[in-house]
């Protein structure tokens, strides 16, 4: 399983992005992918996560500004990010996890977002 990871920049505090993972390769029918993001000097966070076809999770920080969806045809993942805050500066990686136990675990390359003016 290979995920290519887009839609990283710079955007000023307030502004909207939306990052795309695209996976390809051998891709069970059922599956979590998710967003996780590493600012510097911090630990990594797990920012949003899709479980099959609805059921998501988000981290307290991006609730109700950042929003998971994916297109299983394409098996693309998003993440639409509004009213960024400079705080959600890190570089952010796409993530696959499949199986009976969830132990496939795949990643994707990062893509930096960076919320500046």
């Known amino acids: 399983v290979q995920l290519q990871a887009s839609g990283g920049g710079l955007v000023q505090p307030g502004g909207s992005l939306r990052l795309s993972c695209a996976a390809s390769?051998?891709?069970?029918?059922?599956?979590?992918m998710g967003w996780y993001r590493q600012a510097p000097g911090k630990q990594p966070e797990l920012v949003a996560v899709?479980?099959?076809?609805?059921?998501?999770n988000y981290a307290d920080s991006v609730q109700g500004r950042f929003t998971i969806s994916r297109d299983n045809a394409k098996n693309t993942v998003y993440l639409q990010m509004n009213s960024l805050k400079p705080e959600d500066t890190a570089v952010y990686y796409c993530n696959l996890r499949q199986g009976s136990t969830w132990s496939y675990d795949y990643w994707g390359q990062g893509t930096l977002v960076t919320v500046s003016s």
């Open positions: 899709i479980i099959g076809d609805t059921t998501t």
């Open positions: 390769g051998s891709i069970f029918r059922l599956n979590a």
